[in-house]
């Protein structure tokens, strides 16, 4: 006798799946269904109609369950790393986790640590960054941007013994401060802080000397200290959306500099060798800021500045095809703060 076919729905959270199914499969098959569906595994599926979890071993007809039936599904999208991902992790060396709604390191990733140099947990639940996080000894790169990570949650003994790491990503989390370890990771050539709290960096960041790009957008910082002088690395800073009223004169030390943001701020003016100084910058925005026209053309070294950045302005708009005659549209899709039109001493920006 064939087997007949029934329609049901299963609710989770805020969706509604529609299932076929025969009446005479298993709860336990009816899970395997659902797993591409919802990303939730067998093991932490919960299946309940009317007030009673479903037994795997039963059927959906001995569990009463009819045409038209629903069923709730409780469980959490959690992260299963069957063979082949970890095998696949070992091979590439890289494990990327991102958006796998996690609130934890999975143990599964501890085993592969000694062997990774790209881990990717960002834009999960994760709370806490234990100390045998120092287990990733040829750890490259570390991406942990859109977590709830706090001061207190993160083992910095253990993240600072990471001595051949070079990318650090710790953007969008709830952090208040930076601890003076973080001048421990001398490798360190990108590190990214934005969307947090932090109200200073540590002057201990004067040792990263190989570093080539900072970000710290959208925090509370007022100062930054004279140290970064010694961060001669650096080729793209963006230090927009914070409190900054001025930039210590140490900063004219970035000789590599190529790209500085530092738009939204309460800037008034920039360190006076600047441009001089800093004989590659070619991208510089000051929007928002209290530094005009004017005042630029006060600093030595702007001549040479502002030729750089047409010609650069120029090759990225040959690069995504804007005409001439489409000025305006190109300093919006260049982010260029400086049309090349002549002002009359309103602000820079």
Known sequence: MEES??????????????????????????????????????????????????????????????????IMLVGTKDFRADKGRIILWKYTKRIDLAAENLKDIPEKVWPCAPFIRTLNIGYN?????PHRIDCFIELRELYLSGNDLSDESISWRGLT????????????????????TLGLLTSLQRLDVGHN?????????????????LDVNNNWISSIPASIGN?????????????????PDEFCRSHNLKALDISDNAMKSLPNSLFKMCDQLSNLDLRNTEI?????????????????????????????????????????????PYPDTDTDGSSAS
């Open 231 to 247: 961060c001669t690395s650096l080729i793209k800073v963006n230090l927009s959306s914070n409190y900054l009223s001025e930039l």
């Open 197 to 213: 709290n932090l109200t200073a960096l540590p002057i201990e960041i004067g040792n990263l000397t190989e570093l080539e790009d």
């Open 5 to 70: 076919n029934i329609n049901i729905t299963v609710k989770f959270i805020t969706e509604s799946i529609p299932i076929t199914a025969s009446h005479d499969s298993t709860v336990q098959r009816l899970k395997s269904i659902l797993v591409p569906l919802t990303s939730v595994h067998p093991v932490d599926q919960k299946l309940i109609f009317k007030g009673r979890i479903l037994d795997n071993e039963k059927s959906l007809r001995e569990s009463e369950i009819s045409n038209g039936a629903k």
């Open 125 to 129: 639940s994760i709370q806490q960054v």
């Open 292 to 336: 005009t026209r004017d005042t630029l053309l006060q600093y030595e070294g702007w001549e040479d500045f502002d030729e750089r950045r047409r010609a650069e302005r120029q090759r990225r708009r040959e690069e995504i095809f804007i005409p001439a005659e489409f000025d305006e549209l190109a300093d919006i899709i260049l982010s260029d």
């Open 161 to 180: 013994s990471l001595k051949l790491l070079q990318v650090l990503c710790l953007a969008l989390n709830c952090l208040n401060t930076l601890p003076p």
